[in-house]
């Protein structure tokens, strides 16, 4: 091959040899023993480099392989369908953003470090909460994080999580805490109001409690109302307290920081990212302004300085926490996180504004409830909670999900997530109109008669 | 030429915000379901008393700050970042288009419906087998460390399934990555460090000391951080597994070896890749990246699930390995880099990805083949090939002019070049460690070795012109020690503001 519009040198290689003083490519090779020369090349690709033309081509053919949905789906589970504003496509695709790595030489990297200070600073707002890091991956590994850090400020072993918390987190957090020999216990919920069962906290909270981790609102959407007294039995028995939030809801409901919460975590999706089959998501972690927190916080952060001639300035901080330096007393392995993501959480915090923030949760409320009453009016369903709820919402059907599934699929919408035979958890935002809604509920209607009728 | 960064005096965005009947985006609102609903029914006692602090903007405002602040940034769009080991290779602008198999998809929705998506994953998942020279792959991993820790940890399932819980101990190189150490103390493991030979490679003598029936693993990764290949790496994998012990290739720097060698066929048994480094997913300033971990044999069963697979021409996401670690990440990794990384292999080929490990490595030996004449850059083994990167101590610079390997780092990017790595490995005094790329034409090449070499002039003749830098750049030498005290640490507006108002005072 002669030439490749990604490798320029193609033509400069008989020069460049001669400047290092070899004769052959080959010879900058010579330390590598025989036996482990692959001496072929690798079966990757199309089997030749592709055009430009012809990639474009493929990435057609392996988007049309999915299916189009007719509506936005109407499932959650800790990622959300939401409308991602062109402005911060536009912002995140700046490539001073999208091409720079970690800024590590703060002087020429200002405005990236400018951008994660102020997604920290309007998170912290969001949250009440001081200290934010730049990003972790996503929800499941933050929380993970938030119980090792529990661990390493009081050496407790148990971490207390209630059964209604999103359980593709459970199942990240319980990977994360083995290497470590922590145990998760799990504490019931109230069959009727979905939240938590306080008798039953009660009863596990010890003093190998390390930390005790609540959802608001949960898995099913409910929101707790206990949480006050939670932080309270936990600060007597001297547990931290984890919470776990969905950042939007907080444009209504009362943020972490008044509950006086150790540690928040959560995910950025929600704010300005796309679905994108499940990543790049974007972990919030947060603590209160409280040294023994920040300085077991894993990743990045960025805070204010100045420079040589007292102008503000803005670099990575507290980094002798990092591995670079402290290697496996580190306080977590993370060095790439989700910069970008934090980016688009920030110019989306930043468009919707103080007010907008509340518009739009009291937008997806009443969608929410609209879509569980319109599906309640149908004959046999009922809501399976008596709890007030925010975006999403569990429905019991008089007949096995899986026939709706099927009548759904038919017209191409995808349905809630299946939970049991005969329920099914949904996620209604301000992505579905009215219009959607009735489609939705009027399929289901159809499904159950369907199956009555046969 | 003299270069200059742009620089404006903005400030935070919440200093913009002054009017209230400003917003940046309207939201949709749908009065036909306002009519239905008519009240929100939330327990009182759960509402938000006072709105969150946030600014208030029209679009124009918040574009144009945005707009700015990356104009205070730089990223390989505009310039070289020849960070070894971060490899800031150049991102071909058609991955862009990849995130249409993605982007609107919800990863719980029904297979049927995501059958483009979950055959781009399949066939990553094999091309990754085939370029390590493992038998699976799991992308499930969202970065690089990710996957170090969910490597670390299919070792240390895989020998207590067998019994072995008396295996304790992860060896380290003493060159390796901060993250192979930090991951494997994550995972409960207590870390030995392999020192070095004074050829820069692993001492044999004395990881046959230090191995034993505790020995759990060996982190390493090959090229090493000092860009050398490790050549009796056969001889290590004897050696770590004549005790059961796994070796892992930390897959950081695979950048100048791939096409041309694979950790599979050197003994490793478990490899992590950083698909934003070696395969050219934008690192968009610290992330997202995207990961793959994969294993050989009996380890495949120990990946963190799901896998992809075709059963009866169907791809399904229902593989989950026997002895499986679990979940790293909440769905299935970074997806939409992932599509990225499928991109870029589509556009290299076969006979392109070969190329890459040969074009970085003569990129890195031209380099310091321009850079030969300049005594006061060290090479340790000086005679040896390098393959990704070099690592340059500065040391004697330093001592007889008084500027640092930090300082040469400034004066760089004072001339519009992105620095390199300093500091690392450890091992190295003063190090500067380079890593060019294949991507790099020769032509910047010459200007980046050829600006290095003007700087260690100024530094013997003038060096306080080189300690003051940098001076192009949108603001000068940062003060570190500010920055971090206890009294003045400001890690988010709202502390600003609470210290202001006197409610907030040390960090305790």
Known sequence: MDKHPWLPNLSSIEDMLKEIGVNDIEDLFKDIPKEVRLNRLLNVGKGKPLSEYEIAKEIEEKSSKNVKLKVPPFIGAGICPHYVPYAVKFIISRSEFYTSYTPYQPEISQGLLQALFEYQSLIAELLEMEVVNASMYDWGSALAEAVLMANRINSRKTILVPENINPYHKEVLKTWIQGKGLKLEEVKYDRETGTINIEDFERKINDNTTAVYIQQPNFFGNFETEIEHIVDTAKHKKALTIMGVNPLSLGLIKPPGEYGIDIAVGDGQELGLPLNFGGPLMGILAVRWDMTLVRQMPGRIVGITKDMSSNIGFTLILQTREQFIKREKATSNITTNEALMAIANAVYLSLLGKEGIRELAEEIYYRSHYAAKKLEQIRGVKKLFNSDFFEEFVIRFPVNYDKIHEKLKKIKIQGGLKLSDFTALFCVTEVHDKDAIDLLAATIEEAINDVETS | ?508
């Open chain 2, 1 to 508: 030429m003299m270069w200059r960064q742009a620089k404006w005096d903005e400030p935070l965005i919440f200093e913009l915000s002054n009017n209230k009947g400003k917003q940046g985006i309207l939201i949709n609102k749908d009065e036909r379901i306002r009519n239905e609903i008519k009240n929100m029914s939330i327990p009182k006692k759960l509402l938000r008393e006072k709105a969150p602090e946030l600014p208030n903007l029209s679009e124009l405002e918040v574009v144009r700050h945005f707009i700015r602040l990356s104009q205070m940034s730089f990223g390989v769009d505009t310039g070289i970042m020849p960070l070894g080991s971060c490899t800031m290779k150049y991102n071909p602008k058609i991955e862009e288009k990849a995130p249409e198999i993605t982007e609107e998809h919800h990863p719980l929705e029904d297979e049927d419906y995501v059958q483009g998506i979950l055959e781009m994953i399949y066939e990553l998942q094999n091309w990754f087998s085939e370029i390590t020279g493992m038998d699976e792959c799991s992308l499930q991993v969202p970065a690089g460390s990710a996957g170090e820790f969910a490597g670390v940890l299919m070792i240390k399932k895989y020998h207590e399934t067998h019994n072995r819980q008396y295996k304790d101990e992860m060896l380290v190189a003493d060159t390796a990555h901060g993250t192979n150490p930090a991951s494997a103390a994550m995972a409960g493991y207590k870390v030995i460090y392999v020192k070095s030979n004074n050829e820069g490679l692993v001492d044999i003598d004395i990881l046959r000391e230090i191995v034993n029936d505790k020995t759990a693993g060996f982190m390493l990764t090959n090229p090493n951080t000092l860009g050398l290949f490790e050549e009796k790496i056969l001889d290590i994998a004897k050696i770590i597994h004549s005790t059961n012990g796994v070796l892992y290739y930390d897959g950081a720097n695979l950048n100048g070896i791939l096409g041309i060698t694979r950790p599979g066929d050197m003994g490793f048994d478990i490899v992590h890749l950083n698909l934003h480094k070696t395969f050219a997913v934008p690192h968009g300033g610290g992330g997202p990246g995207a990961g793959a971990i994969c294993a050989k044999s009996e380890l495949v069963n120990y990946l963190p699930y799901p896998i992809v697979e075709k059963v009866h021409g169907k791809y399904k996401l229902s593989k989950i390995p026997k002895n499986s670690i679990g979940k790293i990440a909440t769905f299935y990794g970074n997806v939409g880099n992932l599509a990225r990384s499928y991109v870029y292999l589509l556009g290299l080929g076969p006979q392109g990805i070969e190329l890459v490990g040969k074009m970085s490595t003569l990129a890195t030996n031209y380099l310091i083949a321009k850079l030969r004449d300049v005594k006061e850059l060290e090479l340790i083994a000086p005679n040896r090939p390098r393959k990704h990167e070099v690592v340059f101590s500065a040391k004697k610079l330093a001592e007889t002019t008084g500027v640092t390997a930090n300082d040469i780092a400034k004066a760089l990017i004072d001339n519009g070049f992105y620095a390199p790595t300093i500091y690392f490995p450890p091992i190295i005094e003063e190090a500067l460690m380079i890593e060019p790329t294949e991507t790099e034409p020769k032509e910047e090449l010459d200007k980046f070795a050829n600006t290095l070499r003007k700087i260690v002039e100024m530094a013997k003749l003038k060096s306080e012109n080189i300690l003051n830098s940098p001076t192009n750049t949108a603001v000068k030498r940062l003060d570190q020690v500010y920055a971090n005290h206890p009294s003045t640490i400001t890690p988010t507006y709202r502390v600003l503001r609470l210290r202001r108002e006197g409610k907030i005072n040390y960090l305790k």
